[in-house]
Each structure stands twice: as structure tokens, then as C-alpha cells.
């Protein structure tokens, strides 16, 4: 694909690439440094803190946003609350965004992203639930039958939540009556 060069790329779901550290998120950004135009789609574009954005943004604008480096990114838009604590308690850090650098964060974000809410763009009818009952076949009222003894049987031996298989029997049984 990077022999290829394209001139547009479109990442859906550009959230999967989010960890700076991922084969995927790296490779990406190399496919990304050729093409003249690329977007990026996402419904949830933060899934857990605001670090989410530092390697999108890296695929999509090459660094000009949030720069081309993670923990420079993260040193000038968050703080670490374990910074002071001792050694042993402060590895990995707790790290929570500046609030003094959120307007900058939101003016970096919509140069180049527009956001959609669900109410600005369906126009859908109202949900309609129906329930439509199917008859089984006879292997598949056969098969039902012996799950269904087997989960009472698991039930009637008091077997744990823990136990892989009860969960495993369970959950079959609980699908086939869907």
C-alpha cells in the first residue's frame, strides 16, 4: 500500500488506531505521510482519556496538530497526579488533562473535524419491535430439547458461575432461545 501511494485515504473507525505504540496505528500513519487527502470517521474518537487523539491526529494532519512525538504531547496537554508521590507509587503515572489547555485542544480538534450529533443527522421513523415466532425443525427442536436438560441438570447440581463450562452451557442455551 505504501509503493502504492494513494492520493485519498478514508480510515473509518480511525479510533482503532489510538495507541501510538500499535503495529497498526504506525503503519497506518506511514501510509498516511504520502496521501494529499485523508480522512478520518469515528463516532467515539475518545474512548478513554483524552491521549485518544494524539495518534489520529498524527495520521491525518502529520504532527501539526498535537506534534509528531507522544510523550512531548502528553507533557504539554496533561498533568501527572503521581508526579510528587513516592517512587513506588507513581509508576505509570495518573495522568489527567490540563484544563487550562482544553481551549487549545478544542481549537487544534475542529481546524480540521466536524461533529455530527444523532439528533442533527437521522431522520428515522420510531422504532418498531416486533416479535416474530419461529417453529423449529425437528433436529433443531431435538438439539434444543437436550441443551435445555442439560442446563436444568447443571442448575439442579448447584454448579458455580465460575465454572467455565456451566457459564459456556448457559450461555448456549441462553442463545438457542433467542
Same mark, same amino acid.
Given at each position: ?12 473507525? #480511525? ?29 467515539? #474518537? $475518545?474512548? +478513554? ?6 495518534? &489520529? ?12 512525538? =507522544?510523550?512531548? =504531547?502528553?507533557?504539554?496537554? =496533561?498533568?501527572? @497526579? ?34 455530527? @450529533? ?7 421513523? &420510531?422504532? #418498531?419491535? @416486533? ?11 431435538? $438439539?434444543? +430439547? /437436550? ?8 442448575? /439442579?447440581?448447584?454448579?458455580? #458461575? ?17
Amino acid at each position: 500500500l505504501v509503493e502504492w501511494q494513494p492520493d485519498i485515504i478514508v480510515m473509518d473507525e #480511525i479510533h482503532y488506531i489510538k495507541s501510538y505504540k500499535s503495529a497498526r496505528a504506525k503503519n497506518v500513519t506511514k501510509l498516511c505521510k504520502t496521501a494529499k487527502y485523508k480522512y478520518g470517521l469515528s463516532g467515539t #474518537i $475518545i474512548l +478513554n482519556t483524552e491521549m485518544d487523539l494524539f495518534q &489520529p491526529f498524527l495520521a491525518l494532519d502529520g504532527g501539526k496538530r498535537f506534534g509528531t512525538n =507522544f510523550f512531548k =504531547f502528553r507533557l504539554r496537554f =496533561f498533568y501527572d @497526579k503521581k508526579a510528587h508521590a513516592p517512587q513506588a507509587v507513581r509508576f505509570g503515572g495518573d495522568w489527567h488533562v490540563k484544563q487550562s489547555m482544553l481551549p487549545v485542544m478544542h481549537k487544534n480538534i475542529y481546524e480540521i473535524a466536524s461533529r455530527v @450529533k444523532k439528533d442533527e443527522c437521522l431522520d428515522l421513523p &420510531p422504532l #418498531i419491535e @416486533k416479535t416474530h415466532y419461529v417453529k423449529l425443525g425437528k433436529e433443531q427442536q431435538r $438439539i434444543y +430439547n /437436550d441443551m435445555k436438560k442439560q442446563y436444568i441438570a447443571l442448575l /439442579d447440581e448447584n454448579a458455580t #458461575i465460575g465454572d467455565d463450562a456451566a457459564v459456556v452451557n448457559r450461555l448456549k442455551y441462553r442463545q438457542s432461545t433467542l
